[in-house]
């Protein structure tokens, strides 16, 4: 009985980080995946900024109910955790516009 793989290391393909983990394309649950997370970034950052406040909420509420939209037809589990990161960052910078003036000038 021969045993190739005990003779030389264990090959391992070189990491890759994909959304489609199951093989098929999502391109619009992916764009939104990534929507989301943009959104949340920029409420987050701006929410830290009184002056901001107003694209800090619009930011965040677009994020926020954008990420809900895009969690009910995600297919994959890393498009599902790309929208709760930016969900809670949507949160917070909607929180933190609002606090510091609200959405409008």
């Known amino acids: 009985m021969k045993m190739p793989h005990a003779l030389g290391p264990a090959r391992r393909r070189p990491f890759r980080f994909t959304l ?4 098929q ?8 995946s990534v929507a989301t997370l943009a959104c949340g970034l920029i409420a ?11 694209i800090a909420s619009w930011a965040g509420a677009v994020g926020f109910a954008g990420g809900f939209l895009s ?3 995600s297919a994959t589990t890393p498009e599902r955790s790309l929208n709760i990161v930016g969900m809670v960052g949507s949160f917070v910078g909607v929180a933190l ?3 510091h003036g609200g959405f409008l000038p």
Not at 25 to 32: A, D, K, S, T
Not at 44 to 54: E, K, N, S, Y
């Open 20 to 23: 489609n983990d199951d093989g």
């Open 25 to 32: 394309p999502h391109p619009v649950e992916n764009i939104m």
């Open 44 to 54: 987050f950052v701006t929410g830290l900024i009184p002056d901001a406040h107003v």
């Open 71 to 73: 969690q009910y037809v």
């Open 97 to 99: 516009g609002i606090y």
